[in-house]
């Protein structure tokens, strides 16, 4: 399924909102402790009204000047990312080059473990043209370093990471959030893009944590509660489709399970229910309503 863009804004709002707060953090995270911040830069692509997430400049450890382009994608939306996003890639780098003559080193940070997520190449590659961009897998890394750097902009990336449950991954992020920052506003403002993120992995685990900390009382009016509210209704009726369909043609193959688990839109699950409820074998259930990821 497709996220629309009223589903996206949160996370593109708050990453580029973090990124601009914290961008010494990322470019100590991506580029090592040696690297000089520079300045933040004008990302924006005008003809396209676009915006890259995050664009800044710096020396690297031989006092060359060097651009840092760092774009967040969850890979939800429609289309292959084995082309959509490298070719997105390649048009910020064409747009750094040719407003500030650099060509930027790039990394394209993966947000979700999804099948899509596993094909993003880290090239685009047509023709003589070859742009070569770094690709950050976030459930893949070990969080343990993340954590003891103490970097407080990048704890809210932590719960996405792999090795522990997303409750001690949360813990952990926010206990260097508590000891790194006095401002009880900004302390709330990165706890809530912490769990704005975790949401990805588990939105009821996230309302816990919140609620635990006094924080969910500040958010009831946020794009991050609505967002958490519709995850726990979404949740509920693709629990009630999976269990039917266990029901009537016994336990659901692999792929009809994670077809239905992707589908964020309330009126299809609603649809699939009423499917499930006539088809007569899991087949002509798939065959009514093709399911794909």
């Not at 589903?7 to 100590?28: C, I, K, M, V």
């Not at 813990?171 to 403002?189: C, F, H, K, L, P």
């Amino acid at each position: 399924m497709e996220m629309t863009n009223s589903e996206r804004r949160p996370f593109d709002t708050s990453l580029q909102g973090l990124a601009a707060l914290y961008s010494r953090h990322f470019l100590a995270w991506l580029r090592g402790p040696q690297a000089v911040w520079l300045q933040e830069l004008n990302s924006v692509i005008v003809a396209q009204q676009r915006r890259a997430d995050f664009l800044i400049r710096y020396l690297d450890e031989e006092e060359q000047e060097r651009f840092l382009h760092i774009e967040f994608q969850t890979v939800t939306q429609s289309g292959d990312p084995q082309i959509e996003l490298p070719v997105r890639m390649v048009t910020y780098a064409a747009f750094a080059l040719n407003r500030y003559g650099i060509v930027p080193d790039q990394v394209l940070v993966l947000l979700k473990d999804t099948a899509a997520s596993r094909r993003v190449p880290n090239v685009f590659a047509q023709g003589r043209m070859r742009v070569e961009y770094d690709v950050v897998r976030l459930w893949e890394l070990d969080p343990a370093p993340l954590v003891e750097s103490g970097l407080v902009g990048l704890m809210p990336l932590v719960p996405l990471m792999a090795g522990e449950s997303l409750e001690e991954l949360l813990e952990q992020a926010a206990e260097v959030v508590e000891a790194g920052v006095q401002s009880i506003q900004e302390r709330n403002e990165v706890l809530t893009v912490t769990g704005l993120l975790a949401s990805l992995k588990d939105a009821r685990i996230v309302e816990q944590f919140m609620y635990a900390r006094s924080i969910m009382s500040l958010l009831t009016e946020t794009p991050l509660f609505q967002m958490l509210t519709q995850e726990r209704v979404l949740d509920t009726r693709r629990q009630s489709l999976l269990m039917l369909v266990e029901h009537k043609f016994g336990t659901q193959g692999q792929e009809v399970r994670e077809a239905i688990e992707a589908i964020n839109a309330t009126e299809v699950l609603d649809q699939l229910l009423l499917a499930a409820s006539d088809a007569s074998s899991l087949e002509a259930f798939r065959l009514s309503f093709p399911l794909q990821n």
